[in-house]
């Protein structure tokens, strides 16, 4: 997606370790109108008439899914990190590693919001390792329910997590893929 | 706003320890189009066309807040918990208790997203205690920037957070303010 990654491009930095620094507009600071124009370039890739939700994690792909599922016409639901004191039982949960935290994250999500007639689409922001997702992908196995597809803005290729899910088979698409990071110098991933 | 009400009334449910549970349409599965109503119904509180951003605290303020932003056609911001390492210095800091974790929680806020020339409308799904809105006042504070508003969507007004924040002056409007919670029973505060 072009708009996407010319926004990269202009206002992305690389911090040491490959961190990528795209808080201005996709997450800390978010530009609504560019959630918008992802929102309908999905369309290209799912068929998104034919989901009853869209889910996502937690905190940063909040955003995006909104608007996406604001679209899409349809609820929007995120599965939380650890235990709070205002989810009662009946959860599904998948362990994950956080490399943002540096530590294990225990995804939750009430069976009430996800059940196995629901056919779904995963969005997030971004992807890594793809922990995340993975966890999202194994709640909506537990729930018995249809994996519809898995939708990233920006993915960082080179660590894998998006190749892991091509590889099995998933309807995955990363709206930018990142082959390589240096200061001043990103490279993108052929379009697909 | 009787839309919210009716929902609350139809779909809350009230835990032990006064805890209310919403989460079937506003704070784990999420009702877009209840959020753009709600989102129209601030512009009746809020000059929304005199502000430059939106501000919320992660994580599930987040989808509502963006819906505001978009209708009122400004970026959306949220402050971040704790410390992950993809935001470098620059931040600004306040701390806050977390009744939902039982623990202090740091919320940061970099200081490019958020500026003296700023004029912020705080948006929130749920006040309780009013940590989290406390915190966010305070680093509009910090920046010097202007505090336009706050506006949340359900507010427990029996847990003070609300009445601490309309006792200082602040331009503060809940759509529902519920005064009492037992099960079964919910009873909101007269119409302000």
Redo the contacts between chains.
Sequence with gaps: MQLLKDRIQKEGRV?P?N?I?V??FLN?????RL??EIAKEFELYFNTRDIT?VLTA???G??L???C??RYNV????A???K?????GGLYQSEIYSY???KKVTQI??K??LTAGDRVLIIDDFMANGEAVRGLCDLVSQAGAALMGVGIAIEKGFQGGGDRLRNMGVNYHALAVIESAEPGHIVFRDDM
């Design positions: 911090l370790g961190i620094k808080d201005g800390h600071r978010v530009d609504i959630m918008e939700m937690e905190a940063s909040i955003a899914a909104a608007i599922a604001q609820p929007m639901v995120f939380k990190k650890a709070s004191d205002n989810i009662e943002t935290y540096k999500l009430s009430e919001w």
